[in-house]
Each structure stands twice: as structure tokens, then as C-alpha cells.
């Protein structure tokens, strides 16, 4: 305006390109695929730029429906229901799980394992590994070494089906399911069975933050050989886990809880956690994948062998 007054148009035209500034392209365009916001989220990135994870993290746009109800005297009533297109890594999960499932013929074996030993071998090592990679030793890694052990020893199960063919891995690559914002990773932790506690400490801890950051690169998500999915931190006892594909077998571990067990006619209490193995039984058959299993509950309740 005149000396440079500044009009309501003035203010309107800077907001839109303001706007514009402060969200990356790709978090624009899945805002505008699923009906986000814009003005309800907070940005995380320099200076408040909206980037894609915050679009994904925000609520979706909710839609007004009016329905007719039976009830109260056929007088309408509003539901709310929300509308999310299923695209990006939720459409590529929802078509991998359908094919798994449609094609490999899932059979899960499960067991109990008194993990007593573990949790002695946890305590022990808790400080020397902390104080040498910065890390706490969790059960997961101790499973991890376990089970790398194990399909070293049956190497049925380090396997991958493509087509009519069965390619049995010289690696032992383990894969650890880490969930994510609308979505599941699958960083994979290679040569495991190489690996001594503290270095599979560091790798499984690193590679668990980048998944959740987005910031994992695509080798680190490759040649999985065998994949183990922990669902005991959420108070789950056990479950049914989904081959992760092309591999023959996923292991399904749950939360370790104090049950009444029976030793020597005494009753008494242990700390027990149950794993549950799905594998494919177009490629391996029940007393094997039995064995396999049987080999992961010997290192668990035997667990200095591990260090051997």
C-alpha cells in the first residue's frame, strides 16, 4: 500500500507462502492424499517444517456421516468414521502378509522355555556390555545369538524358496521385526552367528533406531535369512507369527512371566517365556522344525554355552 502499508492481502499472500516454506513436497502430497491437516500439526524438522513423519503421525481428516437411526424415534444421529487410503508401506505389508499366507502352507510349533539362566546371564553381562559399546544387553540379543546358533546347526531352516528351487544360505542373516509409525521393518543383522553379544548388542540397538527414524538404507534391509519377532515387551504371551518371505520360518517370541512348574514333584515358581515357530511346510517338516526349536531352548536355558 502507499509507503508500504501493509494490507490484509499482504498478510494472506505471505501465511500461503509461508506455508509452502515450512512442508517438504512429500509430506504435502500424502497430506493431500489422506485428508490431513495441515494447520493441526507441529512441525518437527528445522525451524517447524512439517516433514513426512509428522503427516503420518497426525490423525486423519474425519468425515460427518449422518445415518438414520432405528432408535429414538427414527431421529438422525452423527458417526464419526475416519477414511485412510491403504497405500505406501501399509499396502506393500497388506499384499506381502496375503501372499504369504495364500502360498506357504503355516504350520507353528510351541514351547516353553525356563529362562531362569537367561536372566542370571542378562545380569552379569549388563554392566561390562554397557560400559563397552554404551548399550544395554536386552533378551533380545540373547535370543538373537541363540537362534544363530541354531540355524548354524540345522541348516534347513537358513533357508529361501525361489520358485521350484530351494537355496539353503551359507550366511546366517537375522532379521528383528521393528514396529513403526503405520508400519513394520525388518532390519537385518548379517553373519549373526559371528557375532558375540556386545557387537550383536550395538548392531540390533542401532539398526532399531534407524527403522524408527525412516533413515534405514535398503542393504540393511535385505538378505534376511530367518526373522524373529518379540511382541514380550507389550505383555503379549504368545502368538502366531507370519512367514516373512521368501524365508521358510519366523520365530514369535513373547513375555517372560513366573509360572507354578513342576520340578523333581515340587512345584515351583520359574520365569518362563514362550516361543512360537510358524514355518512352511512345503519346505520343512514338523520333527525338524521341532529340533530347530528344541536347539533354541537348550541355549536359552543353557546360556553360557552361548559365550562358548
Do not use: W
Not at 165 to 176: A, M, R
Not at 242 to 249: C, D, G, L, R
Not at 288 to 299: D, G, N, T, V
Amino acid at each position: 500500500g502507499t509507503y508500504g502499508r501493509i494490507h490484509a492481502e499482504d498478510v494472506e499472500a505471505y501465511g500461503k507462502h509461508d506455508q509452502e516454506r515450512m512442508i517438504t513436497p512429500l509430506a504435502k502430497k500424502i497430506a493431500l492424499n489422506t485428508g490431513v491437516q495441515l494447520n493441526s500439526i507441529q512441525g518437527s524438522g528445522a525451524n517447524g517444517k512439517i516433514t513426512k513423519h509428522d503427516v503420518m503421525q497426525a490423525p486423519p481428516n474425519r468425515l460427518q456421516v449422518a445415518m438414520n437411526s432405528s432408535v429414538a424415534n427414527n431421529t438422525k444421529s452423527s458417526v464419526e468414521l475416519s477414511r485412510v487410503k491403504l497405500e505406501g508401506m501399509r499396502k506393500v505389508i497388506s499384499e506381502r502378509m496375503i501372499r504369504s499366507v495364500t502360498t506357504a502352507p503355516h504350520v507353528t510349533l510351541v514351547t516353553e522355555v525356563d529362562m531362569s539362566n537367561a536372566i542370571k546371564l542378562r545380569k552379569s553381562l549388563l554392566p561390562v556390555i554397557e560400559n563397552q559399546t554404551g548399550y544395554r544387553l536386552s533378551y533380545t540379543e540373547i535370543l538373537m545369538k541363540a537362534v544363530a546358533i541354531a540355524l548354524r546347526q540345522h541348516p534347513q531352516m537358513n533357508a529361501s524358496v525361489e520358485g521350484d528351487y530351494i537355496l539353503y544360505k551359507q550366511e546366517v542373516n537375522t532379521g528383528l521385526a521393528v514396529s513403526v509409525p503405520n508400519g513394520l521393518l525388518v532390519p537385518v543383522v548379517k553373519h549373526a552367528d559371528q557375532k558375540g553379544l556386545a557387537t550383536l548388542t550395538t548392531e540390533c540397538k542401532e539398526l532399531g533406531r534407524l527403522a524408527r527414524e525412516g533413515k534405514l538404507l535398503p542393504d540393511q534391509m535385505q538378505g534376511g535369512t530367518f526373522t524373529i519377532s518379540n511382541l514380550g515387551m507389550y505383555d503379549i504371551d504368545a502368538f502366531t507369527p507370519i512367514i516373512n518371505q521368501p524365508e521358510v520360518a519366523i520365530l514369535g517370541v513373547g513375555r517372560i512371566t513366573e509360572k507354578a512348574v513342576g520340578i523333581h514333584g515340587e512345584l515351583k515358581l520359574r520365569p518362563q517365556m514362550t516361543l512360537s515357530l510358524s514355518f512352511d511346510h512345503r519346505i520343512v517338516d514338523g520333527a525338524p522344525a521341532a529340533e530347530f526349536l528344541q536347539s533354541i531352548k537348550r541355549s536359552l536355558e543353557e546360556p553360557y554355552q552361548l559365550l562358548v
